[in-house]
């Protein structure tokens, strides 16, 4: 009786496992496919985009975000065939199209402050990776 108990337990916590998971997975998929829409929605409140502007804007993230996540899929599917992907420079040239494209819907103005804005998130970016970088070197190895 206690053997079909704690095989029933185990049963009950496996599945309560797979469903966390599988939870976790979606929300990362789902972010990903919202990407574009929250980088949007960061441009209009930083920049005060015009409704015209924000549907332009909108449509260079999917853009983006659609042509990086092909990219993303061709390197993948190279590792899983064992080969390593060559660096390219696809995604900076998809970036800079972007960038190019950005800066044709923006003011002058617009432009200047979302350089600085990439600026600041850059230097922020880069301070939490030296601070994480530092907290692995601390850390003790086991």
């Known amino acids: 009786m ?17 469903g966390t998971a599988h939870a976790q997975d979606s929300k990362a998929h789902e972010g990903r496919a919202n990407r574009a829409e929250v980088r949007t929605e960061q441009m209009v409140k930083v920049l005060g985009l015009t409704p015209e502007q924000a549907t332009k804007v909108r449509e260079l993230n999917e853009r983006l975000d659609k042509d990086l996540a092909k990219l993303r899929e061709e390197h993948a599917t190279a ?64």
């Open 2 to 18: 206690m053997n079909t108990m704690k095989k029933l337990m185990m049963i009950v916590v496996a599945t309560a496992l797979v």
């Open 79 to 142: 590792r899983k065939t064992g080969e390593r992907p060559t660096p390219s420079g696809q995604g900076r040239e998809m970036k800079a199209k972007f960038e190019a494209d950005l800066k044709a819907v923006l003011t002058p103005e617009q432009w200047t402050k979302w350089e600085e804005h990439q600026q600041v998130t850059k230097a922020k970016r880069m301070e939490m990776r030296e601070h994480h970088k530092t907290k692995l070197e601390a850390a003790p190895n086991e």
